[in-house]
């Protein structure tokens, strides 16, 4: 599960409690074996969708991509993924990246599906 940035508990704690699933959560990052970026997803991606119901806590999106997507080159090795506020050049990272073990797409058959979790602590 990943480890959630200072700026983003409250974010997120909100959205949670409103039922809201994703509040201001707009880019997912798939990261290779060495954390550089392989790409980033909005999270309006058809890719990316979010698999826990409003209210559930921890917050799960799921991401598939594979080696038939455009913006994948292959052979690619995926090792983890992060949360991010905002977009572009403007964006902060929301979590630590969470990392899994690693797959690689080899050819355009080849498919990766990614769950991220984000636990948000109660509050008291």
């Not at 201001?24 to 790409?39: C, G, H, P």
């Not at 698999?51 to 559930?56: A, F, L, V």
């Not at 990272?93 to 797959?103: C, M, P």
């Amino acid at each position: 599960m990943a480890e959630v940035k200072e700026r983003c508990y409250e974010a997120l704690r909100v959205g949670i409690h409103k039922g809201e699933s994703k509040d201001d959560i707009e880019i997912i990052e798939i990261v290779d074996e060495e954390n550089a970026t392989v790409l980033k997803l909005d999270t309006t991606d058809t890719r990316v969708s979010i698999t826990s119901t409003p209210g559930e806590n921890p917050l799960k999106f799921q991401i598939v991509i594979s080696g038939d997507d455009a913006d994948i080159s292959t052979p690619q090795i995926v090792a983890g993924s992060r949360l991010w506020f905002g977009t572009g050049s403007a964006g902060e990272d929301a979590t630590e990246i969470e990392s899994f073990t690693q797959s690689t797409l080899e050819e355009a058959d080849d498919s990766v599906t990614i769950i991220h979790e984000v636990e948000i602590p109660e509050i008291a």
